[in-house]
């Protein structure tokens, strides 16, 4: 399958055409996949609905609830149930309707390709209406037309959502249903950014740009303007402009292009709303992406109250205060992206919370006592997702590790998932670099300090082959058996 909606199509049309329960295993094994993958795909697809799509039991496995199942009722329907569930129609329609906000849209038209009744219409209508009020968009309805009105920041922060829920972006930046211009030149942008900052950016961030540009074009194209962003800087990231000038430069080089792609003057705000992006991205290289030289009471009371309540609340953590600056370079922008509502979508939340349940749940309850404390908006999990990934460092670096280089065959994702696993399970790694295939262009010279190399490929005749590094050949999976090659090739280290 090429990308993660082929398999949410393919879950749900497996469990829709089984009858009950279905074990996990042979639902992986139907569909090519492993059950933790599976598992993984089932909290995505109940967390983007108002309801429970599928329900598990242990010990039962996976079965579609009778309430998700489609309405059978018209012969039409029943060959649109082969196809389409009605989680996926209603992404679609609402994906339409944000895209055109707050132009109108006839009802034949934003369902010209689906064969349904009207009562299934005026049921996907009010499910949509009860979802956007709670992020305060209003779905309104006449006799035969249907838009949406609300800011534009938070239809923005919609679309961002509905567009990670139909896996329309990749992490590898592929961008489904546009033309090849469109992904060059968005996939341009990117370079840009990377060539101007001297890295990479790294994986959910990459997919967060290429979602804002994207959303921007489309957005311009479909309602032939676009509307303006209501955004009041706050004073620390004026100060952050002032002292992140490359990165704000940057920000309109980028918008400067994209008006020259489309032909068409955009609104100043943008520029202002893709520097948000870009300092709360983190760009892999050797220097700090975002300097500040100094911070407002308020971000470091949030930084220092974050790193206190991490230590006082989960026991194998004693982080230094002394990295409260390194923590305020992400919570400044944090702290205005809450008060603009700009919304930044997080691609590996599910395996975050997964993967680091225990420090999740911590921040989790962490931010929201930050909110009462220090008046803030809500933060979203998204939000406490990278604010983990953040403490998951910190608490990386409290002891020495065995450095590793970990090389994956296929995309960045997969990199990243063993990476979760490989220091989940083996606390002594620490993986200060990644890679992808063995044609990755990796300063072999960069690697002196490196302990260890798992790695996905054979690295026989490769230029990692000279190198006097223990290496384990592992499965992108992490079997048992790879883990005690790796726990062999650890003791062998120490």
Not at 296 to 307: D, G, M, N, T, Y
Not at 418 to 426: A, M, N, P
Request: aromatic fraction near 6%.
């Amino acid at each position: 399958m090429n990308h993660v909606g082929d398999l949410d199509r393919a879950l749900l049309d497996y469990l829709s055409r089984s009858a009950g329960f279905v074990n996990a295993a042979e639902v992986a094994a139907a569909l090519g996949t492993s059950t933790k993958t599976i598992y993984r795909h089932i909290d995505q697809i109940n967390e983007q609905s108002d309801e429970p799509v599928i329900q598990t039991i242990r010990g039962k496995g996976a079965r579609l609830l009778p309430s998700a199942l489609p309405d059978l009722s018209s012969s039409n329907e029943q060959m649109d149930s082969a196809s389409q569930s009605s989680l996926e129609r209603r992404n679609q329609v609402l994906e339409q309707l944000l895209f055109r906000a707050p132009v109108k849209m006839s009802l034949d038209d934003l369902y010209t390709e689906q064969y349904v009744s009207d009562a299934t219409i005026d049921n996907d209508l009010l499910y949509l209406k009860r979802r956007l009020a709670k992020k305060k968009l209003v779905l309104i309805r006449t006799s035969n037309t249907v838009h949406i009105e609300g800011e534009e920041t938070r239809i923005r922060e919609q679309l961002s959502a509905v567009l990670q829920n139909m896996s329309t972006i990749t992490t590898g930046g592929t961008i489904e249903g546009i033309t090849d211009y469109d992904q060059q030149f968005i996939t341009r942008q990117v370079q840009v950014i990377e060539q101007a900052t001297g890295g990479k950016l790294a994986y959910p961030y990459n997919v967060n740009i290429l979602s804002h540009l994207y959303i921007l074009i489309q957005r311009v194209r479909r309602q032939g303007k676009v509307e303006r962003l209501k955004i009041v800087n706050s004073v620390e990231v004026r100060k952050l402009m002032l002292q992140n000038m490359h990165l704000y430069r940057l920000a309109e080089i980028i918008i400067g292009n994209t008006e020259d792609y489309l032909a068409k003057q955009l609104p100043p705000e943008e520029t202002d709303y893709l520097f948000q992006y870009l300092i709360s991205s983190r760009i892999d290289n050797e220097t700090p992406n975002v300097k500040m030289l100094s911070y407002s009471p308020k971000v470091h009371e949030v930084s220092a109250f974050l790193i206190n309540y991490v230590n006082k609340h989960l026991p194998t953590a004693h982080i230094q205060q002394t990295t409260w600056r390194e923590l305020a370079g992400h919570v400044a922008p944090l702290i205005n992206r809450l008060e603009n509502n700009i919304a930044v979508t997080n691609g590996l939340l599910t395996d975050i919370k997964r993967e680091y349940a225990s420090l999740f749940e911590v921040l989790a309850e962490g931010t929201q006592q930050a909110t009462k404390k220090f008046a803030l908006p809500e933060i979203s999990e998204n939000e406490v997702g990278f604010i983990v990934m953040y403490f998951a460092r910190f608490l990386e670096q409290q002891d020495h590790k065995i450095q590793t280089l970990v090389i994956c065959a296929s995309g960045i994702g997969t990199s990243e998932l063993l990476r979760v696993k490989l220091e989940k399970t083996f606390r002594e790694l620490k993986i200060d670099q990644t890679a992808t295939g063995l044609f990755t262009d990796i300063d072999l010279n960069s690697l002196k300090n490196t302990d260890l190399i798992v790695s996905t490929i054979d690295l026989k005749g490769s230029q990692y082959d000279k190198l006097a590094i223990p290496k384990v050949l592992v499965s992108a999976v992490l079997s048992n058996l790879d883990k005690e090659k790796i726990r062999h090739a650890i003791k062998a280290i120490e």
